[in-house]
């Protein structure tokens, strides 16, 4: 199914003709009526001679409407552009013209209306070269002319033909398996609820299905499908959709928020574009000035960053990144528009090339100018690379959704990557598209891996006595998520860069280094444990005696265990204490503190706080005062 767009200065007979050629009156709004001229967007349909049903979509001419205008032609597939024979071009005309051209529409029939007023074919033949004039550097260069009236009825007949055979040779619109509608109506109906209406792109919708609209994630379900006002089941993409939806309220709704799967799409405050400055400017488009932007139905205004040059000239073409006031869907290969906000004006557009930027660029950086010229005009490997260049380490189907790219071409993309081997795999498995497998560029791979390593190595320069940096501490200064921190954690271990050693990470050869000076305190503590090993220095002693690092190099180096806030044994006494009191509890099934104390020739304040120690690691359960050894 296809849907059309009419275009066209103010009163030059577009929604005439639309009721003429199919009975419907697009204009539905009381002002319309009564001012006889088109104000919001107008819907019809009506089947072709080869039986194919067509939609269409009435703009407004009026140029105080040409902001409508752009939230219709967004989802067109072809046009009707209109000129009225008695009057001929006219600004808007150019306008309308200068709009289709910047969306790269080819598919499109020259309609010259109201021939009914003209009595000297010389006139209409005048009229005719002023428009191959204008259209001769335009997508509708080759646009084929025809001539109607919709008060006689002449030319009708002509215009379903032509517009057949122009359709005939256009494609139809892809199913990517990622359903999204850019809506152009909001109501209510009695008895039904909240209605959208729009045109459905890249994939399929279904009675029945749970949605999600976008930016503000509201979640609903579809409870019934319209397309021309008929009920159907299942919506394809270039329909002109109506939803009834359940769940969401119609006063949450506006036009140009987005209608899709729940979790296909997300959001982007910043976009990276090609852009076309049009010729008929009469200034330059400048670093940091603001634009409003349209995209589908969608608008909002923008501040614009111009990369590698300093600004562009009309006629010139470059590349922008646009930092958004409101988040909007985009999809690499959306066409958009810009115009001016006051006085309004169109300034001119083009395609996205990243609709989510990882972050500002460096404006006269020509290297992100490279990677966005291969991310738009690549080969689909060239592009999934691009991606995951700037992505990072992702899973596979969000590196897929960035791109917009089919389910076919990116398996395309995964196996040109795969064969040049600039596609890690991260997990198990094939990374195919569904398959949410996580994937990395090998570039942003080996930089990750050098810089975490470079973290691990400055804290070992920094702290020589610990053992390694706290894996958190790590995560947090990686400045990296915790999927891909474990990612890259089990990486390195596989590559036999690290060790953990518990909560910490290490260099794999990395081995604390005392000094002369921290040997001879350490020894002198540990003199003193051996001269009383069930008795020894408490803890603030240990720290007084040796200082806080070495104490605690101890005790990561498990020469002293700590078994309360108070209280540390050495090694060897504190593996004999386990062994006397298994053999003891094995002998008399019960021990008391007091037992306990003089088994070691002890205090109670060391014997009390190693039971208690033994109960917290399940060696021993108290029971009143005394302790049973626990069963296994």
Not at 88 to 110: C, D, F, S, W, Y
Not at 368 to 390: C, N
Not at 410 to 432: F, N, R, S, V
Request: charged fraction near 30%.
């Amino acid at each position: 199914m296809r849907v059309i767009g009419t275009a066209g200065h103010v009163d030059h007979g577009k929604s005439a003709l639309i009721l003429a050629l199919t009975g419907i009156d697009p204009d539905r709004l009381r002002e319309e009526k009564d001012r006889k001229m088109t104000i919001d967007l107008g819907f019809a349909w009506m089947n072709l001679p080869d039986g194919e049903e067509i939609g269409f979509v009435d703009v407004p001419g009026h140029r105080d409407f040409i902001e409508n205008m752009l939230a219709g032609v967004g989802g067109i597939d072809a046009a009707l552009f209109v000129v009225a024979s008695d009057e001929g071009v006219m600004p808007q005309t150019r306008e309308h013209l200068a709009i289709l051209n910047l969306l790269e529409l080819k598919e499109a029939l020259i309609v010259l209306t109201k021939i009914d007023l003209i009595e000297d074919e010389q006139w209409l033949d005048l009229v005719k070269e002023e428009m191959r004039e204008i259209l001769k550097n335009s997508s509708l260069a080759n646009a084929p002319f025809v001539s109607v009236s919709a008060l006689t009825g002449e030319g009708l007949e002509e215009l379903k033909s032509k517009l057949a055979a122009v359709l005939l040779e256009s494609n139809e619109r892809p199913d990517l398996g990622k359903p999204r509608m850019s809506i152009d109506r909001v109501f209510t109906i009695s008895g039904f609820g909240t209605v959208v209406t729009g045109t459905l792109v890249d994939g399929e919708l279904r009675v029945g299905e749970e949605i999600e609209v976008l930016p503000h994630k509201l979640k609903g379900r579809i409870r019934g499908l319209q397309t021309h006002k008929k009920k159907v089941e299942t919506v394809i993409p270039g329909s002109r959709t109506a939803i009834n939806i359940t769940g969401i309220d119609v006063g949450s709704l506006k036009r140009g928020d987005i209608v899709a799967h729940p979790g296909v799409f997300s959001t982007s405050t910043m976009v990276d574009v090609h852009y076309r400055h049009l010729t008929e400017n009469d200034s330059n488009l400048k670093h940091d000035q603001q634009v409003k932007m349209f995209i589908g139905a969608t608008q909002t205004i923008a501040r614009v960053r111009v990369l590698g040059l300093d600004q562009i000239r009309p006629g010139e073409e470059g590349w922008l990144q646009l930092v958004l006031e409101d988040p909007i869907v985009a999809v690499r290969g959306d066409h958009y528009i810009l115009r001016r906000p006051s006085p309004g004006a169109t300034l001119g557009g083009g395609r996205i090339a990243n609709p989510k930027p990882a972050r500002r660029h460096r404006l006269k950086d020509q290297d992100i100018i490279r990677d966005l010229e291969k991310m738009l005009q690549g080969t689909p490997g060239e592009v999934l690379a691009q991606s995951l260049l700037q992505l990072g380490p992702v899973n596979i189907d969000l590196a897929i959704e960035h791109t917009g790219m089919s389910i076919d071409d990116a398996k395309k993309a995964i196996q040109e990557l795969q064969e040049k081997g600039d596609l890690i795999q991260l997990e198990p498995g094939d990374p195919t598209p569904g398959s949410g497998i996580w994937v990395s560029h090998p570039n942003v791979w080996q930089r990750m891996i050098n810089e975490i390593m470079s973290v691990i190595s400055e804290f070992h320069q920094s702290k020589p006595l610990k053992f390694g940096i706290l894996k958190e501490e790590l995560k947090s200064k990686s400045k990296l998520d915790g999927s891909v921190f474990s990612l890259l954690l089990k990486e390195l271990n596989k590559l036999g860069l690290i060790k953990e050693i518990g909560i910490r990470v290490a260099v794999a050869d990395f081995v604390p280094d005392l000094n002369k000076e921290q040997e001879r305190a350490v020894e002198k503590l540990m003199q003193a444990f051996l001269r009383a090993p069930y008795s020894p220095p408490s803890i603030k002693t240990c720290i007084a005696e040796v200082g806080e690092d070495l104490y605690l190099y101890l005790i990561e180096s498990r020469r002293i265990i700590k078994v309360s806030e108070d209280v540390v044994f050495e090694k060897d006494a504190y593996e004999k204490m386990i062994e006397t009191i298994r053999e003891a509890l094995l002998d008399r099934e019960t021990l008391s503190v007091a037992e306990v104390r003089d088994l070691f020739n002890t205090s109670r304040k060391f014997a009390l706080a190693f039971m208690e120690h033994l109960d917290s690691i399940n060696i021993t359960r108290r029971e009143g005062d005394i302790r049973r050894l626990v069963e296994g």
